[in-house]
């Protein structure tokens, strides 16, 4: 292979060939969803059910 | 070679996530609800049960590691991992400690962790805002660091370099600087406010060094499996010298 593997640049190119748009989108989607989802959804059940967590984690909720 | 390293950076994940989900169940948890005695009974009081908050906080904890290991032990380790300063076995640490400036250590510099019951004088979506600013600013300063560090090590030798990657984090209190005041005040003793913060920041960072150790070690183990490492020299050189003081 011309790509050296040991560059980031390298690795990007690899990880190019490797997955597809849609694998990333979705990898992408499921990160920030979850992100989300724990740290900043402020919706009353969510919010009230991931208190404990929030504040244990320093995470600014309410 | 990217499923390889995400898979690594999960499995750490899981282990991380386990840990800080039984720190979540066993030491946060009941310092909130011992905080939470000092609330003088304000409206209508949460949604859920206690025990539904407890159960789904501590899903969140382990949750919480797992995406941690899969974002920045998995896939940034592998994308980062050419440039990441550091010996094979420091690199895990390395990317771990800039993992938690980016996530914790920048944010908190605004919005310190809070115990319950706190009111905070800006509204909820201002401070999420800001909070999601610091985390770029904080990731910022990490890569501009490593960066610096990398350029002048090769120019100017390590103690440079380690100066330079310090100041180039003087970009993170800069931008904080610039953020908005947010007066807090709380019906909780200082003393236990104080306490709370240490726990919390020490709960973050154990959260990471224990990402890093698992990672770390995974990394160790699966490059001694593969074949043609540098493991056989070893085996060589023990073999040698064994032989020299036989003689």
């Not at chain 2, 789904?56 to 904890?61: D, E, F, R, T, Y």
């Not at chain 2, 382990?62 to 690199?91: C, D, N, Q, R, S």
């Not at chain 2, 440079?160 to 600087?177: C, D, H, Q, S």
């Not at chain 2, 019906?187 to 990672?215: K, N």
């Amino acid at each position: 292979m011309a790509i050296s593997n040991n560059s980031v640049h390298g690795r990007i190119e690899q990880a190019r060939m490797e997955l597809s748009a849609t694998q990333v989108a979705a990898g992408l989607a499921l990160v920030a969803a979850l992100g989300f989802a724990l740290l900043f959804l402020q919706e009353p059940m969510v919010h009230d059910s991931m208190h404990n967590f929030r504040h244990a984690a320093g995470v600014t909720c309410h | 070679m990217l499923a390889d390293y995400v898979a690594r950076g999960l499995k750490a994940g899981v282990v991380a996530g386990i840990a800080f989900g039984a720190f979540v169940a066993l030491v946060a948890t009941p310092l909130i609800r011992y905080a939470e005695t000092f609330e003088h009974g304000h409206g209508a009081g949460p949604v859920v049960s206690e025990t539904v908050t407890a159960t789904v906080s501590v899903a969140g904890g382990v949750l919480l590691g797992i995406l941690f290991g899969g974002v920045a032990l998995g896939a940034a380790f592998y994308f980062l991992e050419p440039m990441i300063p550091g010996a094979a076995g420091t690199k895990s640490y390395v990317l771990a400690a800039a993992g938690f400036i980016t996530v914790s250590g920048a944010p908190w510099l605004l919005f310190p962790p809070q115990p319950p019951g706190v009111e905070q004088a800006l509204a909820t979506d201002v401070r999420l805002t800001w909070y999601l600013a610091m985390m770029l600013v904080g990731g910022l300063g990490c890569g501009l660091s490593g960066y610096a560090y990398t350029r002048l090590r090769t120019s100017s030798g390590r103690p440079t370099a380690f100066i330079g990657a310090l100041a180039a984090f003087a970009l993170v209190p800069l931008v904080a600087a610039f953020g908005p005041a947010n007066a807090a005040s709380g019906p909780i003793p200082v003393e236990l406010a104080t306490a709370f913060r240490t726990i919390t920041v020490a709960g973050q960072a154990g959260l990471w060094f224990v990402l890093a150790s698992v990672h770390a070690w995974l990394l160790r183990r699966d490059r001694f499996d593969t074949p043609d490492d540098d493991d056989d020299e070893e085996t060589a050189l023990t073999d040698a010298s064994g032989t020299v003081a036989a003689d």
